[in-house]
């Protein structure tokens, strides 16, 4: 059976494109004829049981090394677009088939120096959920659906601080630590959704070492 997109996620997902959207993003507009990515932020579930899938790459990896973030990677030469790419690759990574997705819309580009890609995050509603495995077993450790609840929660919220001085918003489940580009998308479309709880931004956690081994 397939699952509606709740109105009221539908109706907030007007504004996903306006320009400002997304206020960390005014600092990091993508350049044209750059490099281009795309992730699926995809949302399931509904009222107070929303989910999102997160993955969690290999630690043995020379680039993102056991992050966390949403399936997604670069564009191929038959991506023809930023939704296209979204879903080919959540698809290869881990399962997800594209016809189950309804696509709400895409969150403003952004340029991720580290990367040298511009990312456009696409977000969807999976209209028939279910359990998911790794595919992509040489690129991911694991795939979590995570209750969106939990990543509200004030508790599990905080601010990290890079040792070159950046900060940005964490949310720490368990063993998952969730920081930088994946964490900005998070805290930006909890704001947009007017889902935000108040949080102690005051609060620090500290980056997992393993992290630091790269730039931002």
Known sequence: MSIPVPPGLRAAAAQFD???ALSFIRGAR??????RAAVLILLSGGADAYEVVLVEKRADLRSHAGQIGFPGGGFEPGDLTPVAAALREANEEVG??????EVLGSL???HIPRSGFDVTSVVGWW??????EVVDTGELTAVHQVPVARLLDPANRSTWVHPGGFRGPAFTLDDLY??????YLLDGLFDLLEW???WDADRVTE????????RL
């Open 30 to 35: 993508a350049p044209k004829g750059k490099r």
């Open 178 to 183: 969730v920081w930088g580009f994946t964490a």
């Open 18 to 20: 306006r320009p400002d």
């Open 96 to 101: 997800i088939e594209p016809g189950s997705v």
């Open 127 to 132: 209209t028939r959920p279910a359990t998911l």
């Open 108 to 110: 403003p580009d952004a």
């Open 196 to 198: 935000t709880q108040p």
């Open 207 to 214: 980056i997992p070492p393993r992290f630091l081994s790269e």
